[in-house]
């Protein structure tokens, strides 16, 4: 998702910030964001985040699965356990570094729960 500046002619500094998806703007999503706290907000992310990793690790586990050979993916004692951690932090790595694109589908779903949650109380 991209953000958009919303600002005046004049070149007064930006109002609000429209975050886009698939290129146009998502005023649902604006909207949702402005009722849902910035800890949740936080929190949402972090969740997202956490998700778009299984998800990575899981490809990844399944990638290295069938190496064989020498060397670090090799088929030694040992080297399942090293695998799966090595797989892990990848994940983590690249979710972190913005991942896939499936955390901000989350992230955004997230949210706008979490705004109809807000709304219905």
Same mark, same amino acid.
């Given at each position: ?12 500094? =930006?109002?609000?910030?429209? =975050?886009?998806?698939? #290129?146009? =703007?998502?005023?649902?999503? &604006?909207?949702? /964001?402005?009722?849902?706290? =910035? %800890?949740?907000? &936080? ?5 997202? %985040? ?5 998800? *990575?690790?899981?490809m990844f586990?399944q990638m $290295?699965?069938? /190496?064989? #050979? ?6 030694? $004692? ?7 951690? *090595? $797989?892990? %932090?990848?994940?983590?790595?690249f979710a972190?570094?913005?991942?896939? #694109? ?7 779903? /997230?949210? /706008? %729960?979490?705004?109809?949650?807000? $709304?219905?109380?």
């Amino acid at each position: 998702m991209q953000a958009a500046s919303i600002g005046t002619a004049n070149g007064a500094p =930006p109002k609000a910030s429209i =975050p886009h998806i698939n #290129g146009r =703007p998502d005023y649902d999503f &604006a909207a949702a /964001l402005a009722k849902v706290s =910035p %800890q949740v907000q &936080a929190k949402a992310k972090a969740t997202a %985040q956490d998700f778009e990793a299984v998800f *990575l690790n899981s490809m990844f586990s399944q990638m $290295t699965s069938g /190496l064989n #050979g020498e060397g670090p993916f090799g088929n030694t $004692t040992g080297t399942g356990v090293w695998r799966s951690m *090595l $797989t892990e %932090q990848y994940s983590r790595q690249f979710a972190k570094a913005g991942g896939v #694109g499936i955390s901000s589908e989350v992230y955004r779903t /997230l949210i /706008l %729960q979490q705004a109809r949650r807000i $709304t219905q109380s």
